[in-house]
């Protein structure tokens, strides 16, 4: 049996290149295993390695979470949890590879909001239905995003963002971490809901699109709160609110979006645990009591904050009720805006 897969984010964490090393590693040795193992059965779930998708490129938000999570049903079940960073099209390569798995809880996926609501409405031919082919095991945390200006717009708050906006329609320019992402299609919501005009410049990620911000090139941008605080903190960029409906526990003092000017408002990421349609339900229930559990737990809550990532666990159909939701919310917004996947 291939070693446990851990992740200890923070200094002296292994680089991305070497998460990526290790998981290549590891897949081949899990799938000749998976071939020999006898078949699930719910009463002694689990009884041999869990590969856990990752939708995204190692040493993002989304890979973080696996891990740390992965880590800990390791040590709970002592079975190795392989993750496995598939990425592509905004988190639809490899959600669509889970979507396709044998539905025995061997194949787990950590979905975003990206690749679970958001990808419905911006790709024509998805191939797969986030609500028909996957089994919602339980929502693993939120990540607020901070409303960042560059210091030389002179605004101090949403207030004065959207009377500068209005008396300049089209003069400012926005980055985000590339079309359809929640930072781009917030800001869509807030012209929306603001009666603004910006333009839209898309990056092949976040860290260049904050780059832009900081360098001047783009006047404002929404970002994770674990990207953005480095930069809030150094000064290199003023944030003038929070996405979200609640304030960030990252950032306490800062007043949301909602609160300053446009009551209602909430965007930020979201990431969550899935198994594909036909799981038992006895293995998702147990799934979704072990990583509610671990996301009770302090050091796994303070890991995660670190991250700027806030545990949010729910019920699968508490799940299945916030995904329905966002859905149609984002596909209300790509529909307005025009928003087309690149």
Same mark, same amino acid.
């Given at each position: 049996?291939? @070693?446990?897969?851990?992740?200890?984010?923070?200094?002296?964490?292994?680089?991305?290149?070497?998460?990526?090393?290790?998981? /290549?590693?590891?897949?081949?040795?899990?799938?000749?295993?998976?071939?020999?193992? $006898?078949?699930?059965? @719910?009463?002694?779930?689990?009884?041999?390695?869990?590969?856990?998708?990752?939708?995204?490129?190692?040493?993002?938000?989304?890979?973080?979470?696996? $891990?740390?999570?992965?880590?800990? *049903?390791?040590?709970?079940?002592?079975?190795?949890?392989?993750?496995?960073?598939?990425?592509?099209?905004?988190? %639809?390569?490899?959600?669509?590879?889970? !979507?396709?798995?044998?539905? +025995?809880?061997?194949?787990?996926?950590?979905? %975003?909001?990206?690749?679970?609501?958001?990808?419905?409405?911006?790709?024509? =031919?998805?191939?797969? +239905?986030?609500?028909?082919?996957?089994?919602?095991?339980?929502?693993?945390?939120?990540?607020?995003?901070?409303?960042?200006?560059?210091?030389?717009?002179?605004?101090? +708050?949403?207030?004065?963002?959207? /009377?500068?906006?209005?008396?300049?329609?089209? !003069?400012?320019?926005?980055?985000?971490?590339?079309?359809?992402?929640?930072?781009?299609?917030?800001?869509?919501?807030?012209?929306?809901?603001?009666?603004? $005009?910006?333009?839209?410049?898309?990056?092949?990620?976040?860290?260049?699109?904050?780059?832009?911000?900081?360098?001047?090139?783009?006047?404002?941008?929404?970002?994770?709160?674990?990207? @953005?605080?480095?930069?809030?903190?150094?000064?290199?960029?003023?944030?003038?609110?929070?996405? %979200?409906? $609640?304030?960030?526990?990252?950032?306490?003092?800062?007043?949301?979006?909602?609160?300053?000017?446009?009551?209602?408002?909430?965007?930020?990421?979201?990431?969550? *645990?899935?198994?594909?349609?036909?799981?038992?339900?006895?293995?998702?229930?147990?799934? =979704? %009591?072990?990583?509610?559990?671990?996301?009770?737990?302090?050091?796994?809550?303070?890991?995660?904050?670190?991250?700027?990532?806030?545990?949010?666990?729910?019920?699968? !159909?508490?799940?299945?009720?916030?995904?329905?939701?966002?859905? @149609?919310?984002?596909?209300?917004?790509?529909?307005?805006?025009?928003?087309? !996947? +690149?």
């Amino acid at each position: 049996m291939p @070693a446990s897969v851990h992740f200890r984010p923070g200094r002296g964490g292994p680089s991305a290149a070497s998460l990526a090393l290790g998981a /290549a590693l590891l897949c081949p040795l899990w799938a000749a295993h998976a071939q020999t193992a $006898r078949p699930a059965q @719910a009463g002694d779930y689990p009884n041999r390695p869990i590969r856990m998708l990752v939708p995204f490129p190692p040493g993002g938000a989304t890979d973080i979470l696996a $891990r740390i999570t992965g880590q800990r *049903l390791n040590e709970v079940w002592g079975q190795t949890v392989v993750i496995d960073n598939r990425p592509g099209a905004g988190g %639809t390569v490899g959600a669509g590879i889970a !979507a396709r798995a044998t539905p +025995d809880g061997y194949t787990l996926v950590m979905g %975003t909001n990206a690749s679970h609501a958001i990808a419905p409405g911006l790709y024509r =031919n998805l191939a797969y +239905d986030p609500l028909k082919d996957f089994a919602p095991i339980t929502l693993v945390a939120n990540v607020p995003q901070a409303l960042m200006v560059h210091p030389s717009l002179p605004v101090k +708050d949403v207030k004065e963002l959207i /009377a500068y906006a209005k008396a300049r329609p089209g !003069a400012l320019n926005y980055s985000s971490a590339g079309t359809g992402t929640p930072g781009h299609l917030g800001l869509e919501l807030f012209q929306m809901m603001s009666s603004t $005009r910006m333009v839209h410049v898309p990056f092949s990620g976040g860290a260049p699109g904050l780059a832009a911000l900081v360098g001047g090139q783009v006047q404002l941008m929404a970002d994770n709160m674990n990207s @953005a605080l480095p930069m809030i903190k150094a000064g290199k960029v003023r944030a003038i609110a929070v996405t %979200t409906a $609640r304030r960030s526990v990252a950032l306490p003092e800062m007043a949301t979006i909602a609160e300053q000017a446009l009551p209602g408002f909430d965007s930020g990421s979201w990431f969550g *645990l899935f198994a594909p349609a036909g799981t038992p339900s006895t293995i998702v229930t147990r799934l =979704n %009591t072990e990583v509610v559990r671990m996301l009770q737990q302090a050091d796994v809550r303070e890991r995660m904050l670190q991250q700027g990532a806030e545990p949010a666990p729910n019920s699968p !159909a508490e799940f299945t009720a916030l995904i329905r939701n966002d859905i @149609a919310r984002w596909a209300k917004v790509i529909q307005v805006s025009g928003t087309k !996947a +690149d």
